[in-house]
């Protein structure tokens, strides 16, 4: 994002954008069972999984290529990734620089293989653990993009009202934080609209005229992702943790602008 676009209602709309993101990349891993080898340690990669090997070494190939110059853009791996090898594009600096070293992706990825996984994949081993794990690392980086825009959120909400936030941050009061930039209704319609987008996107389209059968009207059972565990995921994982990348954001910020 530019700094013309740094807007709340700008910031809010990309967050809108990346739900597509997370929700078809579900629908994509859900056609594979879980699939729990991949996930088991492997003496083939020195004790790591597969999943583990996949996304290190994804992230040195997408490194290489130029990723991970945004601040949304964070490595699960970051030690040692190597630099592009080839000129990447000069992103306008719109986040203090310290805003790039805010990473909650450790606790994406306990969430990811612990809880999440679970709920939208079904007990079973159909032996493609290339795949799923290829499938798994899109679904981690829509996750960790969505989550980590909460970096320019902060600075939106920090700009807009230092004078309430940096007492906040003078006193360490991380709760009185948290209230500060949370609202509640809007949360609410973003479960609301992840449920639903769920229940578009994860129906069968058929050429069948079927009055019952409008878009958006598929029964939940028939969906590719059940969309309750879209609204659950973000009630209780998502836009937590967009908070928490918030609140570490904004304390850097105030922290740069109080001393
Ligand atoms: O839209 C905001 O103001 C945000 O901070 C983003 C977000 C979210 O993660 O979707 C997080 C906290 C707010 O309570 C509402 C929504």
Redesign the pocket.
Same mark, same amino acid.
């Given at each position: 994002m530019g700094e013309a676009e740094l807007s709340?209602a700008a910031v809010?709309d990309a967050?809108v954008r990346e739900e597509d993101s997370i929700v078809f990349a579900l629908i994509e891993r859900a056609r594979r069972p879980r699939n729990a080898p991949a996930y088991a340690a492997a003496a083939a990669a020195g004790g790591r999984s597969l999943a583990e090997f996949f996304v290190r070494e994804a992230e040195v190939l997408h490194a290489k290529a130029g990723q991970y110059q945004k601040p949304e853009d964070v490595p699960f791996f970051p030690q040692d990734l190597p630099s592009p090898l080839f000129p990447t594009k000069d992103y306008p600096k719109v986040l203090h620089s310290f805003a790039s070293s805010v990473s909650v992706n450790d606790a994406i990825w306990k969430m990811y293989f612990n809880e999440l996984l679970p709920l939208f994949t079904v007990d079973g081993d159909d032996g493609n653990y290339a795949e799923t794990v290829a499938l798994d690392f899109a679904c981690l980086k829509a996750l960790s993009r969505r989550i980590h825009i909460?970096k320019y =959120?902060a600075e939106v $909400?920090f700009k807009d009202a230092s004078q309430d936030y940096s007492p906040l941050i003078r006193a360490k009061d991380t709760k009185a934080l948290m209230n500060l930039? +949370?609202? $509640?209704a %809007?949360?609410e319609k =973003?479960k609301r609209r992840v449920e639903k987008k769920a229940r578009i996107f994860g129906q069968n389209v058929t050429l069948e005229d079927n009055a019952d059968k409008q878009e958006g009207n598929a029964g939940d059972s028939e969906c590719k992702v059940n969309p309750e565990v879209l609204s659950k995921l973000y009630d209780l994982w %998502?836009?937590p943790l +967009? $908070?928490d990348v918030?609140v570490d954001s904004i304390s850097v910020q105030a922290s740069l602008n109080i001393n």
């Amino acid at each position: 994002m530019g700094e013309a676009e740094l807007s709340l209602a700008a910031v809010r709309d990309a967050l809108v954008r990346e739900e597509d993101s997370i929700v078809f990349a579900l629908i994509e891993r859900a056609r594979r069972p879980r699939n729990a080898p991949a996930y088991a340690a492997a003496a083939a990669a020195g004790g790591r999984s597969l999943a583990e090997f996949f996304v290190r070494e994804a992230e040195v190939l997408h490194a290489k290529a130029g990723q991970y110059q945004k601040p949304e853009d964070v490595p699960f791996f970051p030690q040692d990734l190597p630099s592009p090898l080839f000129p990447t594009k000069d992103y306008p600096k719109v986040l203090h620089s310290f805003a790039s070293s805010v990473s909650v992706n450790d606790a994406i990825w306990k969430m990811y293989f612990n809880e999440l996984l679970p709920l939208f994949t079904v007990d079973g081993d159909d032996g493609n653990y290339a795949e799923t794990v290829a499938l798994d690392f899109a679904c981690l980086k829509a996750l960790s993009r969505r989550i980590h825009i909460g970096k320019y =959120v902060a600075e939106v $909400k920090f700009k807009d009202a230092s004078q309430d936030y940096s007492p906040l941050i003078r006193a360490k009061d991380t709760k009185a934080l948290m209230n500060l930039l +949370t609202f $509640k209704a %809007v949360e609410e319609k =973003v479960k609301r609209r992840v449920e639903k987008k769920a229940r578009i996107f994860g129906q069968n389209v058929t050429l069948e005229d079927n009055a019952d059968k409008q878009e958006g009207n598929a029964g939940d059972s028939e969906c590719k992702v059940n969309p309750e565990v879209l609204s659950k995921l973000y009630d209780l994982w %998502v836009m937590p943790l +967009t $908070k928490d990348v918030e609140v570490d954001s904004i304390s850097v910020q105030a922290s740069l602008n109080i001393n």
